[in-house]
């Protein structure tokens, strides 16, 4: 059974730091694209960062320069290092896994997120 666990979130002022992580079993991590989405009250989920098995990253412009993304293949956990805290950071954060292979091999699972509220 395929599970991301997300724990961490919470509330931070803005400014601040936060750091997410996410925690895969089930899969042969290594082999696995790893994303992270942001869904913001009332709005779709949108992609902000991602990174490949071999550790290639990339960041939407919004967030360059104060998100990171990256991943411990060893064990099996892609982190979101989040700095410069907005407001409009606010949001439920998902990790996401994708063997980005196509047709019937496809494998795409989803974490069940973390709540992050950037909030004086």
């Known amino acids: 059974q395929v599970q991301l666990a997300e724990p961490g979130g919470g509330l931070v002022q803005p400014g601040g730091s936060l750091r997410l992580s996410c925690a895969a079993s089930g899969i042969n991590f290594s082999f696995y694209v790893m994303s992270w989405y942001p869904q913001a009250p009332g709005k779709e989920r949108e992609f902000v960062a991602t990174?490949?098995?071999?550790?290639?990253?990339n960041h939407v412009d919004s967030v360059k320069g104060r998100f990171t993304i990256s991943r411990v293949n060893a064990k099996s956990t892609v982190y979101l290092q989040m700095s410069s805290l907005k407001p409009e950071d606010t949001a439920v954060y998902y990790c996401?896994?994708?063997?980005?292979?196509?047709?019937?091999?496809?494998?795409?699972?989803w974490g069940q997120g973390t709540q992050v509220t950037v909030s004086s």
């Open positions: 996401n896994a994708n063997n980005n292979r196509y047709g019937l091999g496809a494998r795409v699972y």
């Open positions: 990174i490949t098995g071999g550790g290639s990253t």
